[in-house]
């Protein structure tokens, strides 16, 4: 009888595996991206092909006239502690985009921790950290996997 069980228990759960989601309860992508926004005041505004997405957002937001993407990468959510790396800073993520937790690091220097709700293909945007050139930006973008 013991016996019965597990393996009904086992054809359940995999079965609970291979249901397809609710629409509602799609896996989410949160895409990272790290910009260093560069203050040039003797050159007109222009970025590049990966940032049209987001240009006009940048262009009336931020007072640099030049934006390179230094790094980006993607995560699925939620998160759970997940850690990645951005051209010398970390990023952890925890959580969903209804209460994703988000700490960005510089080396072992806290920079930022907070926790955010993401509307599903609305940028959010966190800036200010000094360059060399400039600034840096980080923009979180939460979007349905699409595969």
Excluded at 7 to 13: D, K, P, T
Excluded at 44 to 53: A, S
Excluded at 81 to 100: A, F, H, M
């Amino acid at each position: 009888m013991t016996k019965r069980r597990s393996i009904g228990a086992l054809v359940l759960a995999a079965l609970v595996m291979l249901w397809p989601a609710a629409p509602g309860f799609a896996e989410n992508l949160l895409t990272m991206r790290l910009i260093e926004a560069i203050e040039k005041s003797d050159s007109e505004p222009r970025g590049i092909d990966e940032l049209d997405d987001i240009m006009e957002m940048l262009k009336r937001n931020l007072a640099a006239n030049e934006y390179r993407l230094v790094a980006s990468t993607s995560v699925a959510l939620p998160a759970a502690d997940t850690v990645s790396r951005l051209d010398g800073y970390s990023v952890t993520c925890s959580g969903d985009r209804d209460s994703l937790t988000i700490l960005i690091r510089e080396g072992k220097r806290r920079l930022l921790r907070t926790t955010v709700v993401l509307s599903e293909g609305k940028p959010l945007v966190f800036g200010g950290f000094p360059s060399k050139l400039g600034k840096m930006i980080f923009i979180f973008l939460a979007e349905p996997d699409k595969e």
